[in-house]
């Protein structure tokens, strides 16, 4: 009986896994600048809205290439540095978009998803947990993640179990996954008047 | 969604679970300010007492702590072991000690967190046991009572921290002073004894010879001639004026065969002899003199400590 419970619960485990991978896939792209390397994005509206990293989105325009095999041609409307976010619109609606969570609510153990390119590698999921939380550049904190990323991870999501984007994996500093806090993505977009539709 | 009800919410339950375990040890954490880089880690493990690894503590003085509520206290060595990397620091502060998981918990595929203070705020990383064995000597000749092997990243200052299980009791310190390539901890027993001697007594008693030794190998013929099993046997190389080895009449360039009837072939053998209990008592070595074999009674005595 206790091997049965045991079995179950690690099925049921493996299953809602496999639901927030997929949820993720589908609002995570392929952001690729020509022979640049790859990035990864998060599709912010359905009408087009993909979010990144900076020092993904160089150029002025970028291939970016859905979950589904369809590829666009990207614009990247603002870009900053600083805060090493870039907002990138393609022609596309209808698209599935992230729902963010709270960054705020997350304590070191709580588990944590990441989906993305590393090396090139297409939709590649990693679990971890929640590291803590430092000082960032400016007044902005990261999300530290004790998970395993790679080039090719930058500009995609960080998720919690529930599937909900809390973060842009940015960088990996000491071992550690650096976040940028979805609260300072959403900061971004107001500042830009993209408003999420 | 799944069709069963404790399906639904499994991976969030646990996700929940293991940040309440991080939460809950994290009452017993605090980071030490002992060394000149970023803080380590160290746990609550009695009143007033507090445990950490003994190579993460550069100096002996001027130790302060940043407890779990933020604040500071101050605290004093109480007394270092390097051969198993504990040390143990004496505090008013008052802070609940840590909750100990059975040692029986310590299982391979255990779920686990390795909790750090390396600073103000508490950080976690999630593995599992990958090995538990039996009792083993670290290069230093301390015994640890069980070896714990993880599958787990113990990042920069969480040397000293506690290892979680899932449930949030501590089932070992996490060092990464005693191995170069893997995360080790110290299982429960070994910190609760070593840190016992430390607050009894400011040190931890090891036997001693007062000499040093080199392996070398016996030629065939000899070992022939001597009736001896073993290929390797230890010369001596230093011995310590007025020592044990020396007032037992042991020479320079003695090769020690055999310590109690086991044969001997590298200089751990003899550390691993010589436990705390070996103090005191007599100990019959065979050696290789001259091209001969000759027992020598040598009474252990207690390694003097260092700097003292």
Known sequence: MATTAVLQGLSGFESELNAAAERLRRITVQARTHRMGEGSGVIWSRSGLVVSNAHVARAGSLEIELWDGRVFEGRVRWRDPRRDLALITIPATGLPEAVPGDAGALRPGDLVLALGHPFGLANALALGVVHGLAAGPGRNRWIRADIRLAPGNSGGPLANVAGEVIGLNTLVAGGLAHAIPVSVVQRFLAETGEQAA | ?308
Do not use: C
């Not at chain 2, 609940?96 to 600073?119: F, K, S, T, W, Y």
């Not at chain 2, 538990?132 to 000597?137: D, F, L």
């Not at chain 2, 009894?200 to 070992?223: E, F, I, N, S, W």
């Not at chain 2, 070996?278 to 009474?299: F, H, M, S, Y």
């Open chain 2, 1 to 308: 969604m799944g069709t069963s009800v404790p399906a639904a919410g499994t991976l969030a339950g646990l996700s929940n679970d293991l940040a309440e375990a991080v939460t809950r040890a994290s009452r017993s954490v605090v980071a030490i300010h002992g060394r000149r880089r970023i803080p380590s880690s160290g746990v609550v493990w009695g009143p007033g007492v507090v445990v950490t690894a003994n190579h993460t503590l550069t100096r002996d003085e001027d130790i302060s702590l940043t407890l779990p509520d933020g604040g500071t206290g101050v605290a004093t060595l109480a007394g270092r072991d390097p051969t198993t990397d504990i040390a143990v620091l004496r505090t008013d502060s008052s802070l609940p000690p840590a909750e100990r998981a059975p040692d029986a918990n310590l299982q391979v595929g255990r779920l686990v967190l390795a909790v750090g203070r390396p600073g103000p705020e508490v950080t976690a990383s999630l593995g599992i046991v990958s090995a538990v064995g039996g009792e083993w000597r670290t290069w230093q000749g301390g015994r640890v009572d069980r070896f714990v092997r993880l599958d787990l990243s113990v990042y920069d200052g969480f040397s000293g921290g506690p290892l979680v299980e899932a449930g949030g009791r501590v089932l070992g310190i996490n060092t990464s002073g005693l191995t170069r390539a893997m995360a080790v901890a110290l299982p429960v027993a070994t910190v609760d004894r070593v840190a016992g001697e430390l607050v009894k007594k400011g040190h931890v008693t090891r036997g001693y010879l007062g000499l040093a030794v080199q392996p070398v190998r016996l030629p065939g013929p000899m070992r022939q001639e001597l009736g001896l099993a073993g290929r390797m046997g230890l010369v001596i190389i230093n011995l310590e004026a007025g020592g044990p080895a020396d007032r037992a009449g042991l020479l320079l360039g003695d090769i020690i065969t055999g310590v109690e009837g086991e044969d001997v072939s590298d200089p751990s053998d003899i550390l691993t002899f010589l436990g705390p209990e070996r103090v005191g008592k007599e100990a019959k070595l065979r050696i290789v003199r001259a091209g001969k074999t000759k027992p020598v009674a040598i009474t252990v005595g207690e390694r003097p400590r260092k700097g003292h």
